[in-house]
Nanobody, 120 residues
Framework: QVQLVESGGGLVQAGDSLRLSCAAS????????MGWFRQAPGKERELVAA????????YLRDSVMGRFTISRDNAKNTVSLQMNSLKPEDTAMYSC?????????????WGQGTQVTVSS
């Protein structure tokens, strides 16, 4: 079983920054694809960012491109999401997820989530 624990959420004003962290269990973290998802009340869950096993290939959805950065530290079994220039529409529960493979293609494990609230 893969266990994921997020931290770093909070209440901030528009334009502020937050850094979310996700700590993963196990010794196979370096082989996982990792992702950050978010879900706001009344909205569908959406993928915010993803990163491959090496950390060299990343994905950011268009609405956060230029503001958010995803990174990982395989030696520490962590993945982070740096969020700058936050907007009210970024308000959501943010969850870390792991695609442990094989095969790759879906996220199999999820953390409990950390709340991010951005006031105008």
């Amino acid at each position: 079983q893969v266990q994921l624990v997020e931290s770093g959420g909070g209440l901030v004003q528009a334009g502020d920054s937050l850094r979310l962290s996700c700590a993963a269990s196990g010794r196979s973290f370096s082989s996982y694809r990792m992702g950050w998802f978010r879900q706001a009340p009344g909205k569908e869950r959406e993928l915010v960012a993803a990163i491959d096993w090496s950390g060299r290939s990343t994905y950011l959805r268009d609405s956060v491109m230029g503001r958010f950065t995803i990174s990982r530290d395989n030696a520490k079994n962590t993945v982070s999401l740096q969020m700058n220039s936050l907007k009210p529409e970024d308000t959501a529960m943010y969850s870390c997820a792991a695609d442990a493979g094989p095969p790759y293609g879906q996220f199999d494990y999820w953390g409990q989530g950390t709340q991010v609230t951005v006031s105008s």
